[in-house]
């Protein structure tokens, strides 16, 4: 039984994310806590979004954590980051589909801050399709009650003031999407001194201000909001906070993956660190790696929905990896270990006092980026990667060839393109970048078309 992707468990919550399932990963999660975790606290924090679901599902996910003999802490409605906060030096359980419609919900897994590997959620995996009978019945636990919001967003406050000047007389407006957001962003960057407006700030598990996946088409309000009137930034989240978007005051999105270098960069420079490493993903652009190894740091990548793994992997190569982040999403390393888009929120607003947009973007080489998807069905994802192994680097024979993930080309003018099976839809993915992007996705796509042929 495959249940986790690649951000968690995700579907719709009357066919897939049921009650019934919740509840068996409730007790599976408790029973490895119970029987393999080496922890001091056994607690099982619990959150859930705003999605219209969420009740019944945390509901039966603490049923599940009790009836295996562990103690379930109830955190209630609260930002994805902030649960995983609550969750250093314990276990973290939390619904939410994220960007997903409202029909979705999903389970996220925590342990000491950070989403569980791979191996822990084969674990769950396991024990959900051959169930374990509940504790004995003079060992089920019982429910607290946690509030962890104002802790972490006294924390994410405290941490931004390290990087960049107070915000006071910026006036930011942050789409919180109707999400989680609402109750992370505005008040950490009241806090900074930013001046915040909100769009769609009251939370709604039907997310009828805009669907909750933050991307330049559904953030028209916010930046039609910022363009025309006087907000010197926006801000936008999805459905539970660990997404970010930018937009500049002329209402522009800017790019995700320009947003990732400035935060690379300035991470590089400001911690001090014999080797720091940045690790992102390979879809990620090259502008990043300039702008690292500009500051005296180097980039690995590793594949996406596995930041974590990068992370450890770098650490056990004598790295310190100052910064982490797929495009959208950024794990702030030196203050935790999960996915945190307040977190970006706050640090980006006193970057940008201090110094401005314009300039943390001047040095970075914005070339032009296109994604394009091939239809592949799941069936013919192998043998046609196996086949763009050795027909893709004779069509561009004087690039730099890595299937590390994928296959990706690196030319010496700072272009690069990417094709990678898509691990959730029966398509291959092409990512380029190239000042005549254009051209070389057209050449790409037709060795693509012929190898799914």
Not at 86 to 115: C, Q, W, Y
Not at 362 to 375: C, D, G, L, Q, T
Not at 406 to 431: C, I
Request: aromatic residues 4%.
């Amino acid at each position: 039984m495959e249940l986790f992707g690649t951000a968690g468990i995700r579907g719709d919550a009357r066919s897939r994310v049921t009650p019934e399932l919740a509840q068996s990963v409730g007790r599976a999660v408790g029973t490895l806590v119970r029987k393999e975790f080496d922890v001091d606290d056994r607690t099982i924090v619990i959150g859930r979004d705003g999605r219209v679901t969420g009740p019944a599902l945390a509901a039966a996910v603490e049923a599940g954590v009790l009836s295996a003999g562990v103690p379930a802490e109830r955190d209630g409605v609260l930002p994805t980051p902030a649960l995983a906060f609550a969750s250093r030096g314990r276990t973290g359980i939390m619904l939410t589909a994220s960007h997903n419609p409202p029909t979705d919900n999903g389970i996220k897994v925590f342990r000491d801050g950070v989403e569980v590997d791979r191996s822990i959620e084969s674990a769950i995996e396991a024990a959900v399709e051959e169930p374990s009978a509940p504790a004995n019945w003079d060992l089920w636990e019982s429910t607290t009650i946690g509030e962890p919001l104002a802790a972490y967003r006294s924390a994410v406050a405290g941490y931004a003031e390290r990087f960049g000047a107070a915000a006071d007389g910026l006036k930011i407006a942050v789409d919180c999407g109707n999400g989680m957001g609402a109750l992370g962003t505005p008040p950490v960057l009241r806090e900074q001194g930013a001046h915040v407006v909100t769009l769609n700030g009251n939370i709604d598990g039907h997310f009828p201000g805009r669907p909750s996946k933050p991307t330049p088409e559904t953030l028209g309000d916010l930046r039609a909001f910022v363009a025309d009137g006087d907000a010197d930034l926006g801000i936008a989240h999805d459905g539970d906070a660990d997404r970010i978007v930018v937009v500049e005051r002329d209402g522009e999105v800017v790019h995700e993956d320009t947003v990732l270098a400035i935060l690379a960069e300035h991470y590089t420079r400001a911690i001090d660190a014999a080797d720091p490493v940045v690790v992102t993903t390979p879809n990620a652009s090259g502008r990043i790696d300039e702008r690292v190894e500009a500051a005296g740091g180097r980039v690995e990548r590793v594949r996406l929905g596995a930041l974590h793994e990068g992370i450890a992997a770098a650490e056990s190569d004598g790295g310190e990896v100052v910064f982490a982040a797929e495009p959208w999403k950024h794990i702030h390393t030196a203050f935790g270990g999960w996915i945190d888009g307040v977190t970006s929120a706050a640090v980006l607003t006193r970057l940008i006092a201090e110094s401005g947009l314009g300039a943390l973007r001047e040095p970075i080489a914005e070339r032009p980026y296109r994604k394009v998807s091939v239809n592949c069905p799941d069936e013919q994802k192998a043998d046609a990667m196996e086949t763009l192994e050795t027909t893709l680097p004779e069509v561009f024979p004087d690039a730099v060839v890595s299937t590390d993930h994928g296959v990706r080309l690196s030319f010496a003018d700072g272009s690069w393109l990417l094709v990678r099976p898509s691990g959730t839809e029966p398509y291959v993915r092409l990512y380029a970048e190239s000042d005549d992007v254009d051209n070389l996705v057209e050449a790409a796509e037709a060795v693509i078309l012929e190898a799914v042929q």
